[in-house]
């Protein structure tokens, strides 16, 4: 069974701060690990995904997120946030088989100050 | 390329009716999978269709039930609707590999969002 544990359901930063978005998972098989990101009144838009090549990941927007077994985390980190950042972002576990689902975490919203 | 389509986009319902929600897949794409969104949660998976067969199912009752056509395109029904059951209702969509590497990644569409009252 796999599970997903996002820490911190809201976070704040100002424009140009760091963003540090927590997820900490639980698989019963090496895990594939994504970040999805939701703006207001849309759907699911994937931004990064770790499936056992490097444990490093860039994604789009200048995201990016470091797959630690030891610790059994997945954070996502942003050197520099802009406005546009602001949104909810999901970390998922897929299932592990070719029809493996995805167990989303309950999501932390990111707002940016100016 | 169109990506993910959904309709309607909003519904309003009421309780004991039921709903039916469309789902056209990205160009190229086989598998199509439902999740229900609940205010401030996570999606939460509802089933997954491929070759116009349910693969896997969540914790949903026998109320939700799909159906996926030859096109690909996928359909959730949900009788007796419940207060419960207003939500986003995503579905997403993905091609489906042999082997352990298959739907990793998936498309999502811009949701339905049902209401019951």
């Known amino acids: 069974a796999q599970s997903v544990t996002q820490l911190g359901s809201h976070v704040s930063v100002s424009e140009g701060a760091l963003v540090l978005l927590r997820c900490n998972y639980s698989?019963?098989?090496?895990?594939?690990l994504f970040w999805y990101v939701q703006y207001p009144n849309q759907g699911l838009q994937l931004l990064l995904k770790?499936?056992?090549?490097?444990?490093l990941v860039k994604g789009i927007n200048g995201f990016e997120a470091e797959f630690k077994k030891s610790e059994t985390s997945f954070h996502l980190t942003k050197p520099s946030a802009h406005m546009s950042d602001a949104a909810e972002y999901f970390c998922a576990v897929h299932g592990g088989t070719s029809y493996g689902k995805l167990t989303f975490g309950q999501g932390t919203i990111l707002t940016v100050h100016p | 390329d169109a990506g993910v389509t959904q309709s309607p986009t909003h519904l309003i319902k009421t309780r004991g009716q039921q709903v039916t929600l469309r789902c056209s897949p990205k160009s190229g794409h086989d598998t199509v999978s439902w999740y229900q969104q609940a205010l401030g949660q996570g999606p939460q998976f509802i089933f997954q269709?491929?070759?116009?067969?349910?693969?896997q199912r969540g914790n949903f009752p026998d109320r939700f039930s799909g159906h996926q056509f030859p096109n690909y395109s996928s359909e959730l029904n949900v009788n007796a609707l419940l207060l419960g059951d207003s939500a986003l209702y995503l579905c997403?969509?993905?091609?489906?590999?042999?082997?352990?590497?298959?739907?990793?990644?998936?498309?999502f569409g811009q949701g339905t969002r049902l209401t019951v009252v």
């Open positions: 997403a969509s993905s091609y489906r590999h042999t082997g352990r590497l298959g739907n990793t990644e998936a498309f």
């Open positions: 770790y499936t056992s090549a490097a444990t």
């Open positions: 698989s019963s098989v090496p895990p594939y």
């Open positions: 269709y491929y070759e116009e067969e349910e693969r």
